[in-house]
């Protein structure tokens, strides 16, 4: 069986002009694909065993190509944009014909030139289409254990679960909502901590440190944060949780525990409803 979006081994069952057409071993001789002439190897004779990707031309023919795609199916991998077109985007692949990411498959809305991550598919027409909504197509069997530091691409934003990150561009995690921090958007590499390991592999992630060691970090931030508001903060660690956030980019505990730190050593007291930094 010929096998649209994969690689695979084809046996060559007639020559013509214009190249060979290739059939499965032992499969429906009837069922053939043209691999062009300009990429038949030299010397090719019927009953070669070629190996080929299969995908479609720009006349919705299935072709044969001796070129390495760039992705198969089922699969995933950072492509460039080439063109953004009224049906979508459309990416380069290391193939002849560029592959298309409908619009509707896209968790943000790209632009030419910018690079994403994408997995490949078969659509309602029996077309190969790019999709950025890679959660099905990652791994989980990651080498990567609690603690451990990791990069990767964050590839879609869920106000009700968090951050969704692609590890080295093919493991499953997660930053929960709770753990989100700053200005994060689809399409950033970020650098985490593995806070955890679900059974079922998926990674939980964390851009903070352990709490004994993000301390320090969150004491000479409020220190900063004091100097650029001549030294008062206009809250203190009685203030809601949102504000916090919004304000310091960390969790009220953690707010707290650096707070705590900064009055032990003496560097600042709380003054009303806010902080000042003694000097």
């Given at each position: ?116 991550l994408v997995a490949l598919y078969i659509d309602k027409s ?154």
């Amino acid at each position: 069986m010929i096998k649209l979006g994969e690689v695979q081994d084809l046996t060559v069952v007639k020559k013509v002009e214009f190249g060979v057409y290739l059939a499965a071993e032992g499969g429906n001789t009837e069922e053939k694909v043209l691999l062009p002439e300009k990429q038949v190897p030299e010397g090719t004779q019927a009953g070669d065993i070629i190996r080929v990707f299969i995908y479609r031309d720009s006349s919705d023919r299935l072709i044969a190509t001796t070129k390495e795609a760039m992705l198969t199916l089922g699969k995933v991998a950072v492509l460039k944009v080439a063109q953004v077109a009224k049906i979508g985007a459309f990416l380069d692949w290391g193939l002849e014909k560029q592959l298309l990411l409908p619009f509707k498959e896209q968790t943000w809305q790209v632009r030419e030139g910018e690079d994403c991550l994408v997995a490949l598919y078969i659509d309602k027409s029996n077309r190969l289409c790019a999709t950025m909504k890679v959660y099905h197509y990652l791994n989980t069997d990651s080498p990567y254990k609690k603690d451990d530091r990791v990069t990767g691409r964050v590839y879609e934003i869920s106000r009700e679960f968090g951050a969704f990150v692609a590890v080295d561009d093919k493991y499953s995690g997660l930053i929960s909502g709770k753990e989100l921090y700053g200005d994060i958007r689809e399409g950033d590499i970020v650098h985490a901590r593995v806070a955890g390991v679900k059974e079922d592999g998926k990674l939980d992630l964390s851009l903070r440190e352990k709490a004994y060691l993000q301390i320090s970090t969150d004491a000479d931030k409020i220190l900063k944060m004091l100097e650029s508001y001549d030294g008062v903060l206009p809250f203190n660690d009685k203030a809601d949780p949102d504000t916090i956030k919004r304000a310091m980019q960390m969790s009220k505990n953690e707010f707290k525990r650096a707070v705590g730190r900064l009055l032990k050593e003496g560097k600042i007291i709380i003054d009303g409803n806010g902080i000042r930094k003694i000097e």
